[in-house]
């Protein structure tokens, strides 16, 4: 198929639109956007236009729509599954696509893309029931014309689905992965030349996992057994973390967890294992001081309180006063009172004491969580990993300030990257010579630990990449 350049043309952001992108937004404040296929269109068109995160677009929607419980399961298959598979879709439609694909107006280019998803994706939908209902947003807002169009492409995709050919993995290792995987290029390079073929190509597939639910045991209000006991109850399965016992996996990624009465009274939270082994890191001790320099939306504050027994105090920090509310209603809802939110900058911000704990999960790229967050593989550019690291570089300097003699700096971050991890580390202790590295196997099991830091992969540990070092300040 005559489709080779669309990878190139993506990865340089070239958005060829026939039509004036306004036409969109007068469509989508009329009820052309019906059904969960018809608003995944609009959340697609409306995502690619923004700098919205999609989740942010998908709970929004799902406020503001009466879907059932399989209704909301569909929509956020639907919306995360194109986001996550764009490219590999954007493939197979430019080689089927009569004319110039990338020229489409974006909402038809997303009907189709939702179309194609479920034919290739969704084995238990009809190939006529994808087709059909694509056909029927785009004939609504577009007209007959396109709408033929559209159902011609889909139909004679879903007829030689077999035959599609993807770029040759002799001749272009890099480029096929990039379009087999839907990832964009820079990342494929970067990995490959890190991790060699066979790692990176397995870090790739983790990243397109759908993921499981990861919950966490609110030790102050239950035992791991009588959650267990209570999920057996509801036929809802799961798996136990080899790696924290109170970290438990649900295996029903469409299952609403706040509707389960454990959630809302407090004895689960949601929070992925890689963040639990960061929190179980730092070691807090009960009566500890402890400040959280950018701590929302509040899921290791809260763990570090559950640690302390509710004894002490954490001062939980976030630049943006918006963000507070859900450290305060989490905080409510697991029943911990030593929780001080306080809108702040981590960077910036001044304490006339010092601390126990100075926990430091800054701001990161998160491409150790792409598995959560397909977005993040189409949002970040590799322009911003050294921007990134500036940052981080400037908090950990502020967090020197606030630590005592002896107290320990926890530094988190939700990214594989070793510009972000191992490279600020190895120039933090250049510049501090008074810190040193606690060693991480001394508290974690060592198959998450590698040369005294905590460092997790998709594609290793079935969980978030993630990283952490624990910096001592000698006495």
């Known amino acids: ?20 992108e306004t036409i969109s937004e007068r469509n989508e404040s009329i009820a052309y956007f019906i059904g969960v296929r018809g608003i995944a269109v609009k959340i697609l068109s409306r995502f690619e236009r923004s700098d919205a995160y999609l989740e942010k677009l998908l709970d929004n929607e799902i406020r503001n729509n009466n879907f059932n419980q399989m209704d909301k399961g569909l929509l956020t298959e639907l919306v995360n599954g194109v986001i996550r598979w764009k490219w590999k879709l954007d493939w197979v439609l430019t080689g089927f696509y009569q004319g110039d694909y990338l020229k489409c107006l974006n909402i038809v280019k997303n009907a189709l893309r939702v179309g194609l998803y479920q034919i290739l994706f969704l084995n238990k939908i009809p190939v006529h029931a994808a087709v059909n209902e694509s056909v029927e947003i785009v004939k609504k807002i577009q007209g007959e014309k396109t709408a033929g169009l559209v159902n011609a492409v889909l139909r004679n995709v879903a007829r030689n689905i077999e035959n599609v050919r993807f770029p040759g993995r002799e001749e272009d290792l890099q480029y096929y992965l990039s379009v087999v995987y839907s990832h964009p290029r820079w990342m494929v390079k970067r990995w490959l030349d890190r991790f060699g073929e066979q790692d990176a190509e397995a870090l790739l597939s983790a990243n397109n996992r759908r993921p499981f639910i990861p919950i966490r045991i609110n030790t102050m209000k239950a035992t791991q057994e009588s959650v267990l006991q209570f999920l057996n109850e509801k036929g809802i399965s799961y798996f136990v973390s080899r790696f924290i016992p109170t970290s438990v996996i649900l295996k029903s990624p469409r299952l609403d967890i706040r509707t389960l ?28 001081h402890v400040l959280d320099l950018c701590a929302a939306p509040g899921g290791k504050s809260f763990l570090l309180a559950e640690m302390m027994k509710n004894q002490g105090e954490v001062i939980a920090i976030d630049k943006y ?40 999960d800054v701001p990161c790229s998160g491409l150790g969580t792409i598995s959560k967050k397909p ?34 700096i926890l530094y988190s971050t939700c990214t594989t990257e070793p510009e972000e991890n191992i490279d600020n580390i190895k120039w933090f202790l250049e510049v501090f ?43």
């Open 1 to 20: 198929m005559e489709n080779e350049y669309i990878v190139d043309n993506l990865e340089n952001n070239i958005e060829i639109v026939e039509q004036n």
């Open 261 to 288: 009465g454990i959630f809302q009274e407090g004895v689960i939270t949601i929070q992925d294992t890689s963040a639990a082994l960061a929190a179980k890191l730092a070691k807090p001790e009960p009566g500890y």
């Open 321 to 360: 006063s918006v963000k507070m509310r859900f450290i305060e209603e989490g905080a409510k809802r697991l029943g911990l009172d030593i929780i001080k939110p306080t809108t702040a900058d981590a960077e910036t911000v001044e304490f006339d004491r010092e601390f126990d704990i100075v926990f430091a």
């Open 375 to 408: 977005d993040i593989k189409w949002k970040r550019e590799r322009e911003d990993i050294p921007i990134l690291q500036s940052m981080q570089r400037r908090i950990l300097l502020n967090a020197v300030h606030h630590v005592k003699t002896g107290g320990i």
């Open 433 to 475: 010579p008074n810190f040193e590295l606690d060693p991480a196997e001394k508290y974690l099991p060592s198959e998450v630990c590698s040369d005294g830091f905590m460092q997790t992969f998709p594609h290793k540990h079935y969980i978030d990449g993630a990283f952490a070092a624990r910096l001592r300040k000698k006495d």
